[in-house]
T-cell receptor, first 115, second 113 residues
């Protein structure tokens, strides 16, 4: 079985400050890891993914995430947050041993960036 | 714009009724996924189709069914609706069955009254 935990329901950060959204996972086998963002009344937008290779993955809108196998984590980061980054962020995992595309999503973390 | 199109965007219906939600995947994508998003359950995987065939089932109720047509569009049928079925229903698509990246539509808001 696979699972994803986003330990924080909400993250508050001031504009210009670094932003971190935490994600830990559990899978049998190796993971494929993803971050998606959902703006109000919109669908989920793909931000970035880790499949293999470099542990630091760069994605859209200046976001990056670091895969840490020993800590089973895939935290999302942005060096300088913008008010427009305020949204709901989802971490997702899929096991490489899955023969089909079942993604397990976390509960989501609401990011609030204040001016 | 992800390229995944869902209709209708909003739907209000009464308990006991049946509705059909429609999804057109991105051009070239063969796999379609349906997800349900509600406040108490989060984002729940319902079902996946690949090139017309059911590939995987998640937490889909027996009152719900789906299919993928030869032109690759998909429909999610929800019947005997209950108040608890009120949710945002997302369709997503990917180019293959493994879904190394899936792209979501804007969702269909279903309100059951």
């Amino acid at each position: 079985a696979q699972s994803v935990a986003q330990p924080e329901d909400q993250v508050n950060v001031a504009e210009g400050n670094p932003l971190t959204v935490k994600c830990t996972y559990s899978v049998s086998g190796n993971p494929y890891l993803f971050w998606y963002v959902q703006y109000p009344n919109r669908g989920l937008q793909f931000l970035l993914k880790y499949i293999t290779g470099d542990n630091l993955v760069k994605g859209s809108y200046g976001f990056e995430a670091e895969f840490n196998k020993s800590q089973t984590s895939f935290h999302l980061k942005k060096p300088s947050a913008l008010v427009s980054d305020s949204a709901l962020y989802f971490c997702a995992v899929r096991s490489t041993t899955d023969s089909w595309g079942k993604f397990q999503f976390g509960a989501g973390t609401q990011v609030v960036v204040t001016p | 714009d992800s390229g995944v199109t869902q209709t209708p965007k909003h739907l209000i219906t009464a308990t006991g009724q049946r509705v059909t939600l429609r999804c057109s995947p991105r051009s070239g994508d063969l796999s379609v996924y349906w997800y349900q998003q509600s406040l108490d359950q989060g984002l729940q995987f319902l079902i996946q189709y690949y090139n017309g065939e059911e590939r995987a089932k998640g937490n889909i109720l027996e009152r719900f069914s789906a299919q993928q047509f030869p032109d690759l569009h998909s429909e999610l049928n929800l019947s005997s609706l209950e108040l608890g079925d009120s949710a945002l229903y997302f369709c997503a698509s990917s180019v293959d069955a493994l879904g190394n990246t899936i792209y979501f539509g804007e969702g269909s808001w279903l309100t059951v009254v």
